[in-house]
Every structure is written in C-alpha cells, then in structure tokens.
C-alpha cells in the first residue's frame, strides 16, 4: 500500500529490475504529475533487488511480435477499466488516487470515467474504501482470456 500508487509501482520495478517502459501503464502514468513524489529510498529498497532467477516474469516476446498499427487497431476492443457500483460513498479517493486524471467526480454524484483516458492502472480501485470499483474487461477480452474466440 502507498499513498501514491504509481510511486509504488516504480519502486516494486526497480525491486525487480523491470524498466517501467514495460508496464504497458507506467508510461502514460509517469508522464502525468503524481500526487507525492516519493524516492525508492523512502520505501526502504536501499538499492536492494530480487535475483532475476527468483522471478518467472511473463515473457513480452510475443507482444514485441505484434505490429504498433495491429495495436492501436484492437486498442478500443481490448480494454480493463473501473465500474462504480451503487455502493460507492463518493468520497472522491479514486478521483485523487488516478495518474491520469480519467475520474472525474460533481457533488452528490457518483465519479464518472473518461474511458478513452483510463490506463487501467487499477489505483482507483485499489484506494476506494468503501470496495466500490470493480475492475471490468472488455467483451473481446473476456472471450480470449476464456479461450473462445469467435
């Protein structure tokens, strides 16, 4: 947990010895201000890192394979974002807690998505006290996640 969810993510890279560049969210996430601006130093990483041999990171090969046009093409059909449920107590957390600024919140009211802005970064979920954001993917994803393509 951290007060700044893309602070930790950066961290738990360097803890690993992953570029962010690989984290398909990271980048658009790294380019927006961040609410606190914390050191790895702060979390107590001390320079330390995890053995590459104590990690079986999912290979990337496959999707380096994929052309950037082919991307951006199935872009908007393969997606993971947030769905606020009734049970929201709009506290505003969310809003505050995302890199990219894709929640937005009016008082009285539940927050409302930008979709085209999401990352997916899961930090609204991840922040919201009251469990009220569910992560929810696309239909094409379902379907390949499931192993039924059409």
Do not use: Y
Request: proline fraction near 11%.
């Amino acid at each position: 947990a951290a007060a700044d969810g893309v602070a930790m993510d950066l961290a738990l890279c360097e803890l690993l010895g992953i570029a962010p560049k690989a984290v398909p969210f990271l980048p658009p996430a790294i380019r927006c201000p961040s609410p606190v601006n914390v050191d790895t130093q702060d979390v107590g990483l001390g320079g330390h890192r995890v053995p590459q041999r104590a990690l079986d990171l999912p290979s990337t090969f496959v999707a380096r394979m994929i052309p950037s046009w082919l991307v951006r093409l199935l872009e908007p059909f393969v997606w993971i974002r947030p769905a606020i449920r009734e049970t929201c107590i709009q506290c505003g957390k969310c809003v505050e807690a995302c890199p990219v600024e894709a929640l937005s919140i009016e008082q009285g009211s539940n927050p409302q998505l930008k979709a085209k802005a999401c990352i997916g970064c899961c930090c609204c979920h991840e922040i919201c006290p009251a469990k009220a954001i569910e992560m929810t993917q696309s239909p094409l994803l379902n379907r390949i996640r499931r192993g039924r393509m059409p």
